[in-house]
């Protein structure tokens, strides 16, 4: 392992001033959230805002999610309110929802990827609450990858894919979600689930999801090759996993395995899952680790598409392009 970069600190009260200063500064923070690591500006500065766009790599018109303190604090970045989304806040924040509303006219619309809609949410996570309490600035913060990478699950992820963009990362240990928040369009009467997370379809209540094309146009993020590794991913159904290993392993490639099962000889053992929730804590820190074990395919056992499971088969299936 390398030794960490200086600028991953402790979260604590040195480290989260440091983290404060920069944000005041303009600068980028890597911090952790229930979902996934995030890289947070202020949302209102438009150069800061710019930033992230180049660090990630990120296309301009792929929208970011602001994350806030509280439901108290969505006032001068969202313009209005709907009974809908009153009553998700109160459901589900602090937690990992995002909500789908029409954006106040004074947030720069860098911000929004120029969309005339805002993404909001309130992470329920001790060390970003405390960012956010401290900073006192709405923080603009998509999940703190290179784009097109998978999403970041501990601070040394953030490090590897960023480096020095990033002036300061809070090291808050391993997110305990694991997959980004589910994204919800909220203007409407019925929630419109744009992208699934761990609050699945059935929690939120009459719940509808929007077709492939209709996400396209509404949640531009969902358009692009998302959460791959170098290594190509290979999806297997439950039960099979470690025999399609072995038979890859028939191609002559490294083979590495996720599975609840253990490898076979020959198979490199990447990481092991006991059920959904367990493989989403996992998943993307796994796809790292077979990168850098230098396996040439990484096979993955699927989860059942309930619960949790939704979310995980989603990015597996977007991982293995
Ligand atoms: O769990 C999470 O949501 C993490 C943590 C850091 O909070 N953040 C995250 O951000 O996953 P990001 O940028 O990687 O994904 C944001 C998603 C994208 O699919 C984007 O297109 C969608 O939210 N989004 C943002 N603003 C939107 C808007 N106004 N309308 C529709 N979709 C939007
Ligand atoms: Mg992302």
Redesign the pocket.
């Known amino acids: 392992m390398d030794p960490p970069l200086d600028n991953v600190v402790a979260p604590d009260a040195h480290g989260l001033a440091r983290a404060c200063a920069a944000l005041w500064a303009g600068e980028l923070v890597g911090f952790p959230?229930e979902?996934?690591?995030?890289l947070g500006a202020d949302a209102m500065d438009e150069s800061a805002v710019a930033r992230i766009f180049a660090a990630k790599g990120r296309p301009a018109d792929?929208?970011?999610?602001v994350?806030l303190p509280d439901a108290e604090h969505v006032g001068p970045v969202v313009d209005a309110w709907t009974p809908l989304a009153r009553r998700l806040a109160e459901d589900f924040w602090p937690g990992?929802l995002?909500l789908?509303l029409d954006a106040a006219s004074q947030l720069p619309r860098v911000t929004?990827?120029g969309?005339a809609?805002?993404?909001v949410?309130v992470?329920d996570h001790p060390v970003a609450q405390t960012l956010l309490w401290d900073v006192g600035r709405p923080l603009a913060?998509?999940?703190a990858n290179r784009s097109g990478r998978p999403?970041p699950t501990e601070a040394a992820h953030v490090s590897q894919d960023l480096g020095d963009a990033v002036r300061v990362v809070l090291d808050g240990g391993p997110c305990p979600v694991g997959v980004?928040?589910t994204?919800v369009?909220a203007r409407g009467r019925v929630p419109l689930v744009?992208?699934e997370g761990s609050i699945t379809r059935e929690d939120l209540g009459a719940a509808e999801t929007v077709t492939d094309g209709d996400r396209l146009r509404?949640?531009?993020?969902?358009r692009y090759r998302h959460y791959a590794p170098t290594c190509r991913v290979a999806v297997a159904a439950a039960g099979t996993a470690a025999a399609t290993a072995h038979r890859l392993m028939g191609e002559g490639v490294t083979v590495g395995l996720v599975a609840t099962e253990p490898p076979p000889p020959g198979v490199v053992g990447v990481a092991r899952f006991v059920d959904a929730a367990d493989l989403a804590r996992q998943l993307y820190a796994a796809l790292r680790t077979a990168e850098t074990a230098g396996v040439g395919v990484v096979v993955v056992e699927a989860v059942g598409e309930a619960g949790v499971g939704r979310a995980v088969m989603d990015r597996l299936r977007r991982a293995a392009g």
């Open positions: 959230t979902t996934v690591y995030g792929n929208p970011l999610i994350h990992p995002t789908v929004t990827g969309l809609t805002v993404a949410r992470p913060a998509p999940s999403s980004e928040s994204v369009d744009l992208r509404a949640s531009p993020g969902t």
